[in-house]
């Protein structure tokens, strides 16, 4: 007993030396842009992912429609469960900075296994927003310009491959290129909805303020609202939730940031604020502006979405903004999906550069710094995804289902819109971001003890809180699809899952029994590959474990 009790700081002592010797033994080829980003940066590129402006104008009627006058009560108890897996993500990020993120944080908690299988999740998730967005983006312009009389051939297709393209050449650039590209139209969407929202609130609304029926569950029974109450509140904050996804691409930037462990938890967390005061507050004035009365029936509309918000904007402010939300609407989306392949990008820099995946994706480009081999690999990706989703035609039938089938349009059957692909693709994505949310709680109290600092309210109550919340948008997705009781959750108000979303789940499923083979695969063939997972740190993340001689002459050499 006494002897492992002695030895076991000996492994300690090891490993950390062994991370702190693969973080200082890289080579410069692998090295991103160092010191090239500040707090502020970092906000401005996590407002580029969000894209608050998209989530207000099509997540509020959705809301309202399952909550009713209530929607802003709904948005401040998600933003409870996402400050609080905040507290749990700014824990690691002020230890730990690598631009491989989660991956690394992982990997000092649960171990090698854990941190493979987030890895994994996030190269999925974040391999497949860029496509969910440029698909939406291309969905969007096509329709807007066919309203004119010009289209292009293969329709929204055709879009979404020229802007995946362009986001393709942007990204092969330095980082600060990005940040210069997104930052206008991040600050200008903020920017167009506080116009709006200080207006209606000036006024005062349809019929003046309310904090009663906005504030409580009291206007979650109106009429016509499903399925209202306590339950429409708690669905409700399934979309209350997933409007700050997003928020956590900050932790890729980590290797770029200068003080990454006190500059990356300063801007997410401000981030976070800010966006609960925004969120709460865009959803106060939209339900005063119809009327809290008329939360359900007009705001809370889905087929008329984001109509509301430009009806609102040409009534409180002038036709002018209700212009610019239309643009920024698509703008918001365009810049989303450069953050994401920015962020995708580091992940297979990060996992290439462990030689997880083929070392070649770990090679930064020799004068801008950038992942562009991983940068570029993402672009194809991209693209053959869009075209794929441009051969799913489809067919409304007579009973109101739809029929699918893949070919090109002919017939009753047309092409399938870049705006239904998203909302598939984006499904995917948010099960695998909640998994890896939810992976990122319970690693807390487990690198805690390990750094002997454990303490039950911030490392085990806070975690255990924001999981259960996170647990209520993940059921959404995956409990009406079962079999035999999925009926009954979708009978309770959850939404229905026709044929194709009722599949999603599974798409989940087959990519984690994938990543659990590819981890077999090298645990057997390569383990000197696979111990290597999330081990690489940023110096800050390691600089107790390296001499300040041996930091300082490696900075010389750089």
């Not at 599974?506 to 383990?527: D, K, M, N, T």
Request: charge should be neutral; glycine fraction near 10%; proline fraction near 5%.
């Amino acid at each position: 007993m006494s002897s492992s009790q002695e030895t076991a700081p000996s492994q300690e002592s090891q490993s950390e030396a062994s991370e702190a010797a693969s973080s200082r033994s890289i080579p410069n080829q692998h090295h991103l842009r160092q010191n090239a980003l500040g707090a502020w940066s970092i906000a401005m590129l996590c407002i580029a992912a969000i894209a608050p402006a998209a989530s207000m104008l099509f997540n509020v009627p959705v809301i309202a429609s399952q909550a009713g006058a209530a929607s802003p009560l709904v948005f401040v108890l998600s933003a409870i469960g996402v400050l609080l897996l905040g507290i749990s993500v700014v824990y690691f990020a002020r230890r730990l900075s690598s631009a491989g993120g989660f991956c690394t944080w992982i990997r000092h908690a649960l171990g090698k296994e854990a941190a493979f299988q987030v890895g994994w999740l996030l190269l999925g998730s974040y391999a497949l927003f860029e496509a969910a967005l440029q698909a939406t983006v291309g969905g969007s312009l096509e329709n807007a310009f066919s309203s004119l009389g010009f289209s292009l051939p293969g329709g929204w297709v055709m879009y979404a491959l020229l802007l995946t393209l362009i986001v393709g050449v942007l990204a092969h650039f330095d980082v600060k290129l990005s940040l210069w590209v997104m930052a206008p139209f991040a600050l200008l969407e903020v920017l167009v909805l506080l116009v709006l929202d200080g207006a209606i609130l000036l006024k005062g609304g349809a019929s003046g303020h309310d904090l009663l029926h906005t504030f409580t569950p009291a206007g979650s029974t109106l009429a016509g609202i499903v399925p209202g109450g306590i339950l429409g509140i708690g669905i409700g904050m399934v979309l209350g939730i997933l409007a700050f996804v997003g928020f956590e691409t900050a932790a890729a930037y980590g290797e770029e940031t200068r003080h990454p462990r006190r500059a990356i938890p300063v801007a997410m967390y401000s981030l976070l604020i800010g966006l609960t005061v925004l969120y709460v507050v865009t959803s106060y004035a939209a339900t005063i502006g119809v009327g809290w009365q008329h939360a359900g029936g007009t705001l809370g509309n889905i087929a008329t979405a984001p109509q509301q918000y430009l009806v609102l904007a040409n009534h409180y402010v002038g036709s002018w903004l209700g212009t610019a939300l239309v643009i920024l609407v698509v703008t918001s989306n365009a810049a989303s999906a450069f953050a994401m392949h920015q962020v995708m990008a580091r992940y297979v820099f990060s996992m290439g550069r462990e030689q997880v995946l083929p070392a070649l994706f770990g090679r930064a480009h020799p004068r801008w710094r950038s992942p562009y081999i991983a940068g570029w690999t993402q672009t194809g990706f991209t693209g053959l995804v869009i075209i794929f989703l441009g051969f799913i035609v489809q067919k409304s039938n007579v009973d109101g289902t739809v029929s699918y089938a893949l070919g090109l349009p002919h017939g009753a059957f047309t092409q399938t819109s870049g705006i239904g692909s998203f909302q598939w693709l984006a499904s995917v994505v948010t099960m695998c971001l909640l998994l890896v949310y939810i992976l990122t709680n319970v690693a807390v109290p487990f690198f805690a003890r390990r750094q002997q600092e454990f303490r039950v309210v911030p490392h085990m109550i806070v975690p255990l809180a924001s999981t259960l919340l996170l647990l209520l948008p993940f059921a959404s997705y995956v409990l009406p699809p079962l079999p035999l009781i999925g009926g009954w959750f979708t009978a309770l108000g959850f939404a229905p899952t026709p044929f194709p979303t009722n599949i999603l789940p599974f798409f989940v499923v087959l990519w984690i029994i994938l990543g659990l083979g590819y981890a077999w695969y090298l645990s057997r063939h390569s383990p000197e590959r696979y111990e290597q997972i999330g081990l690489i740190l940023q110096h800050e993340g390691a600089e107790e474990a390296i001499s300040a001689k041996e930091t300082k002459d490696q900075t010389q050499e750089e």
